[in-house]
């Protein structure tokens, strides 16, 4: 493996997707037209953006257009229930969820597209209504989301599909496990995840073994060996 990489080991109790099982998930969502509406393909684009993106769902499903800036996206929301069981849009929970992340270019163009097909819908048949908050996911009645009715839908899809629904929270975990097999680092996963430190993403989702210890030691080693002066070290060997 390359210099500096270490053996992945993901702890047991953290559901998430292969690469393979995200993969043939979203190829079915692709493909699938919804009864009354194939052409608004919500499921899909909702499961490749917290595939992308590692949002939490009630993060998600509380965004609007307006939170997208290009490439960058501001979460500072949420979906809840209040004690009559309304759906609300409250505050975030912590100070460190508040957080601008930057978005893929395949995201920002899928994104692009939906917007485009939303506004057709809206145009093209009386009964598909827009949101009055301008939200990113809402059902052809301009409605807020649930996710019990995510839940309830994403389970039949994934039984269609021939993959284990593993809860709407898979796809955060997904999200921070691909990345750390893509190579990418702890601060940036943290930071992208909302975390209050790097300690809560390396206990959430790592199991950190003798052999992540020792590649990082090597790492260091290597480091220092190649760029420190060796005037002591050559002359204490010729001793």
Known sequence: ????????????????????????????????????????????????????????????????????????????????????NKLTISTLKTLSSYRVIELDDETVELLAWFRKVQQKMIMKHKNFKRNEDMIIFQNYNGNYMTPSTIRDTLKNYCLNAGVEYKGTHSFRHTHAVLSLEAGADLIYISRRLGHGSIQTTADTYLDITSQYESDQLSKVSSYLNSNMAQTWHDGAKSK
Request: glycine share 4%; aromatic share 14%; proline share 6%.
């Open 1 to 84: 493996r390359p210099p500096g990489r270490f053996e992945l080991s993901v702890k047991r109790d953290v559901k998430y997707y292969t690469l393979t099982e995200l993969n043939i998930l979203l190829e079915y969502l692709a493909s699938y037209e919804p009864p009354r509406y194939p052409e608004y393909k919500l499921y899909y684009v909702l499961v490749y953006f917290l595939s992308r993106t590692g949002l939490r769902i009630s993060e998600a499903l509380a965004l609007r257009w307006g939170d997208v800036d290009g490439n960058r996206l501001k979460v500072d929301k949420q979906t809840s229930r209040n004690d009559n």
